[in-house]
């Protein structure tokens, strides 16, 4: 009941921040994005205790695994602290990666030089987008046999261990397919800015072509870029279950996959209803502040949005 409280907490907390501020313009503008994170929390917490209630009817587990198990409350803060601390780590790789890679792909295929001998990137990222992750998943997890086989080494980075070894190979698999999505994106976004006149006028006046890119082409779609990169992270999200149980890194998602009953073949699995839907609203709790982060960064870089807010002030 612990969970169903909590989100019965939020909602109860969005519903009166609505009612006590949406009368005043002003107040309800800065305490607006309060409510809608606070329902959210409420929408998050109360669907997966519900999905977690009917599994535990059963002392199944969701797909699995043998009858539920409880979990103290400091045991279950300390496990979804420490699994956070470390798929942030992951995630903060693989999202440097992705950023680096798929922004910076689509950034040298503004330059008309580089176009024509770059243009089979835009297929790679295409195929890469509709292989599934657990596909890929494989096909690393083959290339360390590979490595292994031929040099006798071992690259995994070790088994249930959170190694910066261990960390580099699920990074860069939960790096690879929101890498193409953002490099997807942020091409259709710099191609359509430098159509615009203000790009061309720029190009007349003969300035040279990075400053154009960097000042004129860039700089504008940032707040687009932003929200890309956002939709992107939302995938990695979504992934991480099953990149971080594949390569047996023990995080959020890793966590969670074993608390729904779900284990190795060496293993026996246990239902841990409590701790899955600590470690779901981790997840979202990181996700929905990362949201928050991106909306403060599109208005600080976008003037139109600022100018906005300086007239409804």
Known sequence: ????????????????????????????????????????????????????????????????GTSAQLIEGRELVATVFVAAERS?????AASVVGTLLG??????????GLRRGLGGIALMATVVWVIPTFLIAALVQELQAQIYGISGVGVTGGYGTASLVSAAWAGLVLAIRPAAYVFRQARLVLDDETKTDHV???????LPWRRVVNRHIVRPAVPTLTANWVAAFRIMIGSLPLVEFFFAYPGLGMQLVLALGIAYPDQSGHFQPDLAIGLVAA?????????????GLQRAVDPRLRELRSQAA
């Open 1 to 64: 009941m612990l969970w169903y409280n909590l989100s019965l907490i939020a909602l109860l907390v969005s519903l009166a921040i609505t009612v006590a501020c949406s009368p005043f313009e002003q107040l309800w503008r800065h305490l607006r994005f309060l409510a809608v994170l606070c329902f959210k929390l409420a929408a998050v917490l109360m669907g997966t205790w519900l999905l977690i209630a009917y599994a535990a009817r059963t002392s199944t587990g969701i797909f699995g």
């Open 88 to 92: 942030l780590v992951l995630m903060l």
């Open 103 to 112: 922004l910076g792909l689509a950034y040298l295929l503004v330059a008309p």
């Open 200 to 206: 061309r006028a720029a190009l007349a006046r003969g």
């Open 283 to 295: 997840m979202a709790a990181i996700l929905m502040s990362l949201e928050i982060a991106a909306r």
